[in-house]
């Protein structure tokens, strides 16, 4: 039986490791917002990533994704040393991310934004081919094909020409992923998606990256606040607190650690 409920899906521990960040630190002047940091993701778990704020969440997130050279340690992709790779370069290699907030061009379309996700698959730029080419037929069949499974696989039919400054935030959000689904990645990263949403919002999010998952077979990391989708989607997770992990296990253990309680749930 093909895609067993997640419930009773327990990842492996066997599994190969995707994204291997080793001995990590960054530093901006005198703040340390990595403090030598090891974090392996395995391709069949979602891993949660929390902490409080300031503790390094997308600190961790931009050295992955290359927004950000460590000035310390390693950050490995499918066996690969992606370490100080540009960011479409790390694109390229597999690794999509969500964003904290909205990244999405206001005034472009839902289509248009999702397109941007394709833009390091095309030949041409897609700034360019807007702007002065028109598409290139062939390559616009390619990429229109997989953008329209996207549409469809977010339920985002109905509001495909709207701008998406427009859209709400829940909608906004959802959009972010569509763009990075477009990457079609080995990976995805979600910066706290569910932040600013209401709970109607929040579910919705998260039946998306339950399917993300089923659907696409690849690894999530998680950087969430809300404890309840935590324990609800997660695998396993990571706590990070003044840029350091002081913690790592299930959601029940995390639950019970001491220290996690005192540096962030009990807070
Ligand atoms: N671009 C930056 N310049 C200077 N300091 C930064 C920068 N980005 C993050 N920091 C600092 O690094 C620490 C970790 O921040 P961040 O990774 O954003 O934490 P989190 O996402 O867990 O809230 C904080 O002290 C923050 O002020
Ligand atoms: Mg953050």
Redesign the pocket.
């Known amino acids: 039986m093909q895609g067993t409920s997640l419930a009773e899906k327990e990842p492996s521990h066997t599994a190969p490791v995707s994204l291997s960040i080793r001995n990590t630190t960054l530093k901006?002047g005198g703040?340390t917002?990595l403090d030598d940091v090891t974090i392996e993701v395995r391709e069949d778990e979602l891993l949660a990533i929390i902490?409080p704020?300031?503790?390094?969440?997308?600190?961790l997130l931009n050295v992955t994704a290359g927004f950000y050279r460590p000035q310390q340690g390693q950050v490995e992709m499918s066996g690969r040393d992606i370490t100080g790779l540009r960011v479409d370069q790390v694109a390229r290699m597999g690794v999509a991310r969500t964003f904290q907030g909205t990244h999405l061009f206001a005034g472009q379309t839902v289509v248009e934004n999702i397109l941007v996700g394709r833009h390091m698959r095309m030949k041409s730029n897609i700034f360019q081919a807007f702007v002065h080419f028109g598409w290139m037929a062939r390559e616009e069949d390619m990429h229109r094909e997989v953008v329209e499974e996207i549409i469809d696989f977010l339920e985002i039919e109905p509001i495909r020409n709207r701008a998406v400054g427009t859209l709400g935030y829940g909608l906004r959000k959802r959009v972010d992923l569509g763009r990075a689904l477009a990457q079609e990645p080995d990976i995805l990263l979600m910066d706290e998606p569910m932040a600013g949403m209401n709970s109607e919002e929040k579910e919705d999010l998260a039946r998306f990256i339950l399917d993300v998952r089923e659907a696409r077979n690849i690894p999530v990391v998680l950087v969430e606040h809300d404890m309840g989708v935590v324990m609800d989607l997660a695998d396993r997770v990571v706590v990070?607190d003044f840029?350091q992990v002081i913690a790592e296990g299930t959601p029940a253990e995390i639950q019970k650690n001491p220290a996690v309680i005192k540096a962030y749930l009990g807070a």
């Open positions: 901006f703040v917002a902490g704020n300031g503790a390094g969440k997308t600190s990070l840029g």
